[in-house]
């Protein structure tokens, strides 16, 4: 068979974290997407993931200090893009990472639309990416 019959995608290497505090997940609110998500974003060539989400989460929630030796990996997941996405032959790589929030004295980015704490129970309903809210669960 020929490479003709595979599908072509640009793949899209991406790596955030599910951010807990006493209980709660953060969750965030971009200029890309209405809805709710995981802080994180595109891995730059030449970064590892979890660079990129230090840099990431740096850009997003400036002054943010998570609980030192928290940061988890917890795996690595495909998603196609959403309807509205701009590239439809968009594949997205996930790099998922957790990590506990030592405080909330971080500043609001213009990158971002909001942020919330949010319980597990108070995820059911949000408007999420598939998987983010058993992500939650998971994590708190």
């Known amino acids: 068979m020929g490479d003709a019959l595979l599908p072509s995608y640009s793949i899209h290497h991406c790596s955030g974290a599910l951010l807990h505090y006493h209980g709660q997940a953060l969750l965030v609110q971009n200029h ?74 971080f500043t609001h980015s213009p990158e971002l639309r909001g942020y919330a704490l949010f319980s597990a129970e108070q995820t059911r309903g949000l408007r999420m990416p598939d998987g983010a809210e058993q992500m939650v669960r998971r994590a708190i």
């Open 32 to 105: 890309k997407w209405d809805g709710w998500i995981v802080p994180g974003g595109h891995i730059e060539p030449g970064e590892s993931p979890l660079d990129a989400l230090v840099r990431e989460l740096d850009e997003e929630l400036p002054g943010l200090r998570m609980t030192p030796g928290s940061i988890r990996f917890w795996g690595i997941k495909t998603k196609p893009p959403s309807e509205d996405y701009r590239d439809s032959n968009a594949m997205f790589l996930f790099y998922d990472f957790a990590a506990r929030i030592a405080d909330l004295g």
